[in-house]
């Protein structure tokens, strides 16, 4: 992460803390880069473990906007992938009471594509534990604007033949109406990872109606 921090030098990187008091299957740590013309706007940024950091930005007009980064481990490391979920849930009903627009990016290790039956016409087996963060987000009206991958040779993340989309932004129900369009982008000729992007665009109408706000 230093290294990209040095490569992309108008950005301001946020980091969460690495865990080191414990051996665990999975990495941990995960970042977030902002625009440096934006990071005054950085109110607090808080590591909540290794795995899941948020970022706060306070604009005029009382809007305030709180930014997740997940990593959720794979089933391999189950005790701490639940310990990571559960912890997401909390912090995302914390911040929804608190009134902020969040969103939440990451790697979940999930596969929403096969999900979505089971929540749609299977909801008991939807309320079951092992489903709970997608069924809490979908319950709670949050959007994944991923493009659903129809594509055999597009996802978010390949592994030798094998192509799977387990990467999502998701977006609060307060912060869905400014969501223009998402897409994956195709990063296979690069060799830095084995994931693919994805790049969501949002309506900047939210912060101009902020300004205009506070000059009332």
Not at 55 to 60: E, G, H, I, N, T
Not at 167 to 184: A, E, G, Q, R, V
Request: charged share 15%; proline share 4%; aromatic share 14%.
């Amino acid at each position: 992460m230093h290294f990209l921090s040095k490569r992309f030098s108008n950005y301001t990187v946020f980091s969460s803390s690495l865990d080191t008091s414990q051996h665990v299957c999975s990495s941990g740590g995960v970042s977030l880069f902002i625009e440096n013309s934006l990071a005054p706007h950085v109110h607090t940024h808080t590591s909540h473990s290794s795995r899941l950091l948020s970022v706060d930005l306070y604009f005029k007009g009382n809007i305030k906007l709180r930014i997740f980064v997940v990593y959720i481990p794979p089933t391999s490391d189950q005790a701490l992938r639940d310990t990571t979920i559960d912890l997401l849930i909390q912090a995302l009903s914390d911040t929804k009471r608190l009134g902020f627009h969040h969103t939440i990016c990451g790697d979940f290790n999930m596969h929403l594509d096969q999900f979505y039956p089971i929540f749609f016409n299977q909801p008991q087996i939807a309320s079951k534990r092992i489903h709970r963060l997608f069924n809490f987000l979908l319950s709670s009206g949050y959007v994944d604007f991923t493009p659903v991958n129809f594509s055999d040779s597009l996802g978010t993340f390949r592994h030798a033949d094998i192509i799977t989309r387990i990467d999502y932004i998701w977006s609060c129900p307060l912060f869905k109406s400014f969501l223009l369009t998402s897409i994956i982008f195709d990063a296979c000729d690069s060799s830095l990872s084995d994931h693919n992007p994805i790049i969501t665009y949002f309506d900047f109408s939210l912060l101009r109606f902020s300004i205009k706000l506070a000059r009332a």
